[in-house]
């Protein structure tokens, strides 16, 4: 079974960071690309970051471009998204999901990171 | 950047119904249309992906289609489980955009 368990989001303040992982298990990890796609509460879905199988290439929203890094290691079969200089815009719920020509196709169950002072 | 613009932003059907959201791209995507379900405090779920293509387990109630720029999900008989929010999303290009959503309700 595919499972994306990523790790629990938080509260910071403006200015500050926070790393979110996503752990993938039941498929062949290094095989697939993957994204991070956020929700601000009540609104709707806004793509982040994109990373293929090798790393290379990376593509990021001009949102977060500058600010957050996403990287993987495809030896523990783990995604990461490094946020940094966080501002109350940035307040959403994280999701990563695997890539299929562009579809996410599996889903981790979500992250909730606060900007709030 | 490609602007996806979905219609009804809302709409509200009653069980058996068929039910029709549509999506317009602002340029050429080709196929690169998915759509996904998704349901209060839960993940998104794909429904459908390169327009047309119904993803593993999911009902075949749930079609996609494609004329030019415009794409179409179909719910051929509405079931009261699919009382959701919907989203379309291109995938031709970075950065993926999404539309803005379709809240459906069931009478």
């Known amino acids: 079974e595919v499972q994306l368990v990523q790790s629990a989001g938080g509260l910071v303040q403006p200015g500050g960071s926070l790393r979110l992982s996503c752990a993938a298990s039941?498929?062949?990890?290094?095989?697939?690309?993957m994204n991070w796609v956020r929700q601000a509460p009540g609104k709707g879905l806004e793509w982040v970051a994109y990373i293929s199988s090798s790393s290379s290439p990376i593509y990021y929203a001009d949102s977060v471009k500058g600010r957050f890094t996403i990287s993987r290691d495809n030896a523990k079969n783990s995604l990461h998204l490094q946020m940094n200089s966080l501002t109350d815009e940035d307040t959403a719920v994280y999701y990563c999901?695997?890539?299929?020509?562009?579809?996410?196709?599996?889903w981790g169950q979500g992250s909730l990171v606060t900007v709030s002072s | 950047d490609i602007q996806m613009t979905q219609s009804p932003s809302s709409l509200s059907a009653s069980v058996g119904d068929k039910v029709t959201i549509s999506c317009r791209a602002s340029q050429n995507i080709n196929t690169y249309l998915n759509w996904y379900q998704q349901k209060p405090g839960k993940a998104p779920k794909l429904l459908i992906y390169?327009?047309?293509s119904l993803q593993s387990g999911v009902p075949s109630r749930f079609s996609g289609s494609r004329s030019g720029t415009d794409f179409t999900l179909t719910v051929s008989s509405l079931q009261p489980e699919d009382s959701a929010t919907y989203y379309c999303q291109q995938s031709y290009n970075m950065p993926y955009t999404f539309g803005q959503g379709t809240k459906l309700e069931i009478k």
């Open positions: 999901a695997t890539d299929i020509t562009g579809a996410g196709q599996h």
């Open positions: 039941g498929f062949t990890f290094n095989s697939f690309s």
């Open positions: 390169v327009a047309s």
